[in-house]
Structures are given as structure tokens and as C-alpha cells.
């Protein structure tokens, strides 16, 4: 005996709808263990993930007033396919992407910390120049630098500029806010300074080039 899900040809393209879609979580699942485990390439996967990706979208939207939810529509089948869901639902964009996406945002981080670092430096220099050696005036600008500095991963834990910086900060800690450097601090200072701002320039990538 024939069993019919169906009873006209509405509900009939809705169970197929729903086969299509069961059909898209599952391969996305499997495609998504593929690419964790290096069985297909990045560049297979991309191509492949942002198929399924497309005619995802396209049925969900289609099927928005009758699977108002991915989620509920996968646990109703006894669907184990997290990593589907969250690369469908979730992202809805491929792996790949999003790994250059993450790279663009750190790279891009990465260089407003270095710009502030130069200013820092730059500005740090030029105050002394202007003959600025109050405590409270030098203090602040070495305390930005320095936290700039440490905000830069690129550098490591023993950075000179790092170092010099930790040492000046503890030793006007000590001072007054009203007390000045003698003119022999505040030339030693500025050459710590230009030594450092060297070392941090040739610490960069492709510095020069």
C-alpha cells in the first residue's frame, strides 16, 4: 500500500523542499569535516562551501513561513550537524573567508597600533625639544608610549624600547610632579628615545622594503 506525505501538489513541493534541505545541512556537514581534516583543499572547499552557501539562502527564504527555524527544523529530523548549522546559519560564510577576514581585521589593527606608536614616539621627542621636562609633562607621553608599545604583540617581552620606557616611568615616579630633568636626563632620555624608535622601526615587518 502506497502512503502519500502529500495530499496536492502545495504540500508535495514543501516535503521536497524539506528533502532538499535536509539534503544541503547534511552535505555541508560532511564538507565541513572534509576541510578540518585536510581531505579536500581550501580552494575545493570554498568553491563547494559557497554552493551549498547560495542554495541555502535561497531555500530558507522560500521556506521562511514554514521552517520559521534552521535550528528547530534539525532537531525535528534528528539532525547531528553543528558544524552545518553554524557555517549556514551562523556565518553564512565559508571557512576561508572568514580565516581572511580575521587576518585582514588583525593586520589592520596592527598597523593603527604601530601608527600610534610612531606618534608617540615622535611626540615624546619633539617635547623635549621644546624644552618640556616637567615631570608631569614627560610622564604622561612615556606612559602612553609605553602602553602602545605593549599593545603591539609583534614586539617581544624584552623590546629595548620597552625596557628603557619601564625604567624612566619608575624613575620619575619617584620625582615630583613640579620637579625637571637636568639638561643631562633630558638629552639621555631623548637618546633612549631615538635608540628605541630605531629599534622599533627595524623591528617591523618588511621594514624598508
Same mark, same amino acid.
Given at each position: 500500500?502506497?502512503?502519500?506525505?502529500?495530499?496536492?501538489?502545495?504540500?508535495?513541493?514543501?516535503?521536497?523542499?524539506?528533502?532538499?534541505?535536509?539534503? +544541503? +545541512?547534511?552535505?555541508?556537514?560532511?564538507? #565541513?569535516?572534509?576541510?578540518?581534516?585536510?581531505?579536500?583543499?581550501?580552494?575545493?572547499? #570554498?568553491?563547494?562551501?559557497?554552493?551549498?552557501?547560495?542554495?541555502?539562502?535561497?531555500?530558507?527564504?522560500?521556506?521562511?513561513?514554514?521552517?520559521?527555524?534552521?535550528? /528547530?527544523?534539525?532537531?525535528?529530523?534528528?539532525?547531528?550537524?553543528?558544524?552545518?548549522?553554524? /557555517?549556514?546559519?551562523?556565518?553564512?560564510?565559508?571557512?576561508?573567508?572568514?580565516?581572511?577576514?580575521?587576518?585582514?581585521?588583525?593586520?589592520?589593527?596592527?598597523?593603527?597600533?604601530?601608527?600610534?606608536?610612531?606618534?608617540?614616539?615622535?611626540?615624546?621627542?619633539?617635547?623635549?625639544?621644546?624644552?618640556?621636562?616637567? !615631570?608631569?609633562? !614627560?610622564?604622561?607621553?612615556?606612559?602612553?608610549?609605553?602602553?602602545?608599545?605593549?599593545?603591539?604583540? +609583534?614586539?617581544?617581552?624584552?623590546?629595548?624600547?620597552?625596557?628603557?620606557?619601564?625604567?624612566? +616611568?619608575? /624613575?620619575?615616579?619617584?620625582?615630583?610632579?613640579?620637579?625637571?630633568?637636568?639638561?643631562?636626563?633630558?638629552?639621555?632620555?631623548?637618546?633612549?628615545?631615538?635608540?628605541?624608535?630605531?629599534?622599533?622601526?627595524?623591528?617591523?615587518?618588511?621594514?624598508?622594503?
Amino acid at each position: 500500500m502506497e502512503v502519500k506525505l502529500w495530499n496536492d501538489k502545495r504540500e508535495r513541493e514543501m516535503y521536497e523542499n524539506f528533502a532538499e534541505l535536509y539534503a +544541503i +545541512i547534511k552535505a555541508t556537514e560532511k564538507l #565541513e569535516k572534509a576541510y578540518v581534516r585536510d581531505i579536500i583543499s581550501s580552494s575545493e572547499y #570554498e568553491t563547494e562551501c559557497q554552493k551549498l552557501i547560495a542554495h541555502f539562502k535561497t531555500l530558507a527564504f522560500t521556506l521562511k513561513d514554514t521552517v520559521p527555524s534552521i535550528e /528547530r527544523f534539525a532537531d525535528t529530523y534528528k539532525m547531528d550537524c553543528p558544524a552545518a548549522i553554524n /557555517r549556514l546559519v551562523t556565518s553564512g560564510v565559508p571557512a576561508t573567508v572568514e580565516h581572511r577576514a580575521a587576518v585582514a581585521a588583525s593586520a589592520t589593527t596592527s598597523a593603527a597600533i604601530v601608527a600610534e606608536c610612531v606618534q608617540n614616539f615622535i611626540t615624546a621627542m619633539d617635547s623635549l625639544k621644546l624644552n618640556m621636562v616637567a !615631570v608631569d609633562q !614627560v610622564y604622561p607621553l612615556l606612559s602612553d608610549l609605553s602602553a602602545s608599545l605593549n599593545k603591539l604583540g +609583534i614586539l617581544p617581552p624584552d623590546f629595548e624600547g620597552k625596557i628603557k620606557m619601564k625604567e624612566w +616611568i619608575l /624613575r620619575l615616579s619617584k620625582m615630583g610632579a613640579a620637579d625637571e630633568l637636568t639638561e643631562q636626563q633630558a638629552r639621555q632620555l631623548h637618546f633612549d628615545l631615538e635608540s628605541s624608535y630605531n629599534s622599533f622601526m627595524a623591528a617591523l615587518p618588511n621594514a624598508g622594503t
